[in-house]
């Protein structure tokens, strides 16, 4: 049986989780929204599309430090990053912020050890961001499993021709290379080329003033259909001026704009390309490690269902125990498989 793999881009599950379910609360675990929602769509995808193996990625501690120094201004937007708080929090801000993270590293801390029980993986390095582990995995094992990436970030559009498929939290039918253009309006391979001249509002990666998707798709048309290059655009953009001046009209603003920033689209590039994802020796060896088989010992549904009725997890759910994990066993099932054989392959060698 192919292995069906799900990668969740998980700092940014319990982010939705944590605002999505403010008002979830237990009387001893205090506020859960976060753990109940991000477990429960774990679950959801799981049975949805038949997982059978589950990676949490989540973003390292000061994760996105290395483009940082490259461009300063990336995520200098973001709350919870320390650099954004020596320029931009006050003192309130700050403390406010501090009480949140409080309450999201708890419950992350208790999904991870559900997670345990429930033979999820997960990844997490220092100063790496999740984005780029979860490229990383992509470009490694595309050919061995069949992959599903649940997240909320259009980067990973530039993927697609790896035969992965793409679970935006806020589409409701799976993205993948045939039907992307009918979400985006584009050709799948051009997704990088949006955020390289575009820039990245959220990421706060400064793009070119004055061209966004609608105006490339306007004067490159072919973008809709097929691959194309910054190098080529920007050679069909200094010929559109040069026509005009031909004909006596102005060169366009927008064009001038963008060939006189050749410098920033080089640095966009590096910025937003998943294909030479930012990792680190610690990176590359905690890829390497998701390759071994979970160790069973310690390990289990007993572990759960005592930890679920410290918390109270159930009487949200307002279910059986049973029917909760259910979904789960696929996963289970398949990671107790693939260690049997991988004791079988390996049995001269313990």
């Known amino acids: 049986m192919k292995i069906r793999t799900l990668l969740v881009d998980s700092s940014y599950l319990l982010e939705r989780s944590y605002h999505g379910a403010k008002d979830v609360y237990t009387n001893s675990f205090g506020h859960c929204g976060g753990l109940y929602s991000f477990l429960t769509t774990v679950r959801k995808l799981i049975k949805d599309h038949k997982i059978n193996k589950v990676v949490l990625v989540w ?8 483009r940082h120094k490259l461009d300063p201004a990336y995520k200098a937007n973001r709350k919870n990053k320390t650099w954004y708080e020596k320029i931009e929090m006050s003192e309130y801000e700050i403390n406010k912020e501090k009480e949140k993270r409080r309450s999201i590293l708890k419950q992350k801390k208790r999904i991870q050890a559900y997670g345990q029980e429930l033979f999820l993986r997960h990844i997490e390095v220092d100063e790496i961001e999740g ?13 061995k499993e069949e992959i599903y990436i649940y997240t909320n970030d259009r980067d990973f559009g530039q993927l697609l021709d ?14 993948n290379k045939t ?3 009918f979400k985006f309006g584009h050709h799948y391979s051009n997704a990088i080329i949006m955020k ?17 998707e609608d105006i490339l798709i306007k004067y490159f048309p072919d973008m809709k259909y097929k691959h194309m290059t910054v190098r080529e655009i920007c050679q069909k953009a200094d010929n559109i ?58 390990r289990g549904v007993n572990n759960l269902h005592k930890m679920m009725m410290e918390d109270e997890f159930l009487t949200i759910y307002n279910g059986t125990f049973p029917n909760y994990v259910e979904p789960f066993y696929t996963v289970i099932s398949n990671e107790q498989d693939l260690l049997k054989e991988y004791y079988k392959n390996n049995r001269g060698n313990l």
């Open 241 to 298: 001026n040069k026509e005009r001046a031909i004909n006596k009209l102005k060169p366009l603003k927008i064009f001038e704009n963008l060939l006189g920033n050749i410098d920033r689209l080089i640095l966009n590039h590096k910025l937003v390309n998943l294909r030479k994802p930012f990792l680190n020796k610690d990176a590359e060896e905690a890829l390497l490690e998701l390759e071994a088989p979970l160790d069973p010992k310690d």
């Open 131 to 143: 984005d780029d582990l979860i490229a990383a995995y992509c470009v490694a094992y595309d050919k």
């Open 196 to 212: 390289i001249i575009g820039g990245d509002v959220s990421d706060n990666i400064k793009g070119i003033k004055g061209i966004k």
């Open 179 to 181: 039907n992307y253009f």
């Open 162 to 175: 790896l035969n992965i498929t793409i679970l935006f939290a806020d589409i409701e039918l799976p993205v």
């Open 59 to 66: 973003d390292g501690e000061n994760s996105g430090v290395d």
